[in-house]
């Protein structure tokens, strides 16, 4: 499977945004679709996933209340709902599929390329 994600831009604290992870190939409902970011210089940071069904969503403690993940298995696409953002926030966001792993457990076999956040305090 292929991942595009999109969306990402500037925002300014309080402020929300949503990114898109689009997938292309008949598999794409056969994968768990993992959010992580990256802040140059620093540890990739784990920010949540949803399961292939979209029964199960897992978010890191960071983003809990504020941060949401869907996802459309008709439409391929995934989406990271951003609200309540802060100047932590501000990182390169990537998407990643995994058949099997899930929650903090989750590698990421398949990645799509980053897109930038960017919070404005």
């Known amino acids: 499977v292929q991942l595009q994600a999109s969306g990402g831009g500037l925002a300014q604290a309080g402020g929300s945004l949503r990114l898109s992870c689009t997938g292309s190939g008949r598999t794409w409902r056969d994968y768990n679709i993992g959010w992580f970011r990256q802040v140059p210089g620093k540890q990739r940071e784990f920010v949540g996933a949803?399961?292939?069904?979209?029964?199960?969503?897992y978010l890191s403690d960071f983003v809990k209340g504020r941060f949401t993940i869907s996802r459309n298995n008709l439409e391929k696409t995934a989406w990271l709902q951003m609200s309540g953002l802060k100047s932590d926030d501000t990182a390169v966001y990537y998407c990643?599929?995994?058949?099997?792993?899930?929650?903090?457990?989750?590698?990421?076999?398949?990645w799509g390329q980053g897109t930038l956040v960017t919070v404005s305090s």
């Open positions: 949803i399961s292939k069904s979209g029964g199960s969503t």
């Open positions: 990643a599929a995994d058949p099997n792993s899930f929650g903090l457990e989750f590698v990421g076999d398949y």
